[in-house]
């Protein structure tokens, strides 16, 4: 075999070889040092951290996924309209430090309000305060998942002072919506008319339980009384803007018509004065 045969042959094994697979820490052992480092912006694996421990954040199944972005959609308009607000999704983490124990959490969607004495700044790639209001879409494959988000979660945020948190389940066996009490204590929110969530980190945000399984079009909930204040308020401007232009197009449009009118009736009565002059008829 020539050389020019054996160099073909080692490049086609090299082609062959293909990188390893990448494989989940979740369960690893790492300092929070080491976790910064090396996991917390992980290409592979989206990793939280707890107390010294990885925790694969698991990917969620469509029919939860499609709850989620309802939501995100109509407190995205809720945060078109109220600009001191801010809101991140599932890779921005912020540090728990509790006496006994610390972590770190991604939560699904996180906003921080206007009123936030931490300000979530342009590069920040973590956020260095206390969200305001967390939501998590319930990690329902396993039952650590669903632990970590109704127990462990909840008790975090909680003893953190996080004024609000959200737990989103399709099926509806664990949705859950709480709000930090005078004593600093996740209780349920009462719902309006038994189906509107209404909060009060964000003022002026509210939503139907219901809708979240219906998950109606954002163009149905402009007129609707329970969004109308914060969805698509700029259509609405738009709308009224136009129908105003119209009216005063119309307006202007009639008095054009009444100025040519009078103008004309001026030419025939201008006209008939000339006529009846030449026939030697005084019109003075």
């Not at 709480?178 to 009462?190: A, T």
């Amino acid at each position: 075999m020539s050389s020019f045969d054996l160099n073909n042959n080692a490049i086609a094994l090299e082609d062959q070889v293909t990188e390893p697979e990448e494989v989940s820490q979740d369960g690893r052992h790492v300092t929070e040092e080491e976790y910064w480092e090396k996991y917390y912006e992980d290409l592979d694996f989206n990793y939280e951290w707890n107390n010294g421990i990885l925790e694969e954040k698991p990917m969620s199944d469509y029919h939860n996924y499609q709850m989620y972005k309802w939501l995100r959609s109509v407190l995205e308009r809720y945060l078109s309209v109220h600009r001191g607000e801010k809101m991140v999704e599932q890779v921005f983490g912020f540090r728990i430090a509790l006496p006994h124990h610390v972590s770190i959490r991604k939560p699904d969607l996180a906003v921080v309000a206007s009123a936030n004495p931490s300000d979530l700044r342009k590069y920040d790639k973590s956020f260095a305060g206390i969200y305001d209001l967390c939501i998590e879409l319930l990690s329902d494959a396993t039952k650590k998942g669903i632990e970590r988000d109704i127990v462990d979660k909840k008790n975090e945020y909680e003893s953190i002072g996080v004024k609000e948190y959200y737990i989103l389940d399709a099926e509806d066996n664990y949705m859950a919506f709480y709000r930090l009490n005078q004593y600093g204590i996740f209780v349920p929110i009462k719902l309006i008319d038994n189906d509107i969530v209404r909060s009060e980190v964000l003022k002026g945000f509210q939503f139907r339980v219901s809708d979240l399984f219906r998950q109606p079009e954002i163009d149905e909930l402009t007129d609707d009384t329970v969004y109308c204040g914060f969805v698509l308020p700029d259509r609405k401007t738009k709308q009224r803007a136009e129908k105003a232009e119209k009216k005063a197009e119309l307006e202007r449009q009639r008095a054009e018509d009444a100025e040519n009118l009078a103008e004309q009736e001026k030419q025939r009565a201008d006209r008939l004065a000339e006529k009846l002059r030449a026939l030697g008829i005084s019109v003075d």
